[in-house]
């Protein structure tokens, strides 16, 4: 029984070398956007540094953008994709804006932008994913500022 014990966590603290956070190296900024009178979408691309000796699967996220404190779009995930084991990998999002976001974002932000402050975005969430049937959270974020 001890043997079994011992086996067992030596196994246990193995696994505390076994698993290495993923790294979000960079954001890309938007593309293939597409604007209208309701709103705007198009994709971000996020390059995402996975460690680990094993594929990982992200299937959802949980990521919102902002213009200062306004949320002013929502991230989503495509479908699964992979991160591959001990390489980068790029995941593609789509983004949509929130209703009358871009209205808001006029009406709060154009003096800002016409005086030649800058204006923050920022990009902040999670990335869930799996792995060995275990849950995984991908922290995503990014600050960008825009001037004109």
Known sequence: MSRLLTISLLVLLSGCQWWQDVEVVRIE???DI???LNGMQGEV???VKNPNGFDIRAQEVD???YVGEDRIATVTLPGVQVLEA???SILVMNVQSDPG???KLLQNQLLQLIGGNAVEFRTV???RGKAFGLNIAIPIESI???NL
Do not use: D, P
């Open 101 to 103: 976001a871009l209205k």
């Open 63 to 65: 990521v919102n953008m």
């Open 144 to 146: 960008e500022e825009i």
């Open 86 to 88: 001990r390489s980068e």
């Open 45 to 47: 691309q996020v390059l």
């Open 125 to 127: 969430g999670t990335v």
């Open 34 to 36: 597409a604007m209208s």
């Open 29 to 31: 900024g938007l593309s």
